[in-house]
């Protein structure tokens, strides 16, 4: 395999896995809630949505999306939960 082909085919694999979306939505409401909100809510979140099954993957992608439309709407981070300074 030539050195070129070889670039090309990390570079995709790179895109790809950037383009992905978060493989994991509730690792990622996980983390919003951590950031943006006190210790007990980022302790229940996590202990409720870590190693998350199909259904509550659905969930967390939709919360998660919510989440950021708020934010985006409101023209800040953690608009939803209210940012603690966390």
Do not use: W
């Amino acid at each position: 395999m030539t050195t070129p082909t070889r670039i090309s085919l990390l570079s995709f694999f790179f895109l790809a896995a950037a383009c992905d979306g978060g493989a994991d939505p509730c690792a990622d409401y996980i983390e919003y809630v951590c950031d943006c909100s006190d210790q007990a809510a980022c302790d229940e979140a996590t202990n409720t949505y870590s190693d998350a099954d199909s259904k509550l993957q659905d969930q967390c992608q939709s919360a998660i999306e919510d989440y950021e439309t708020a934010d985006e709407e409101a023209g800040t981070e953690c608009s939803t939960l209210g940012d603690t300074g966390a």
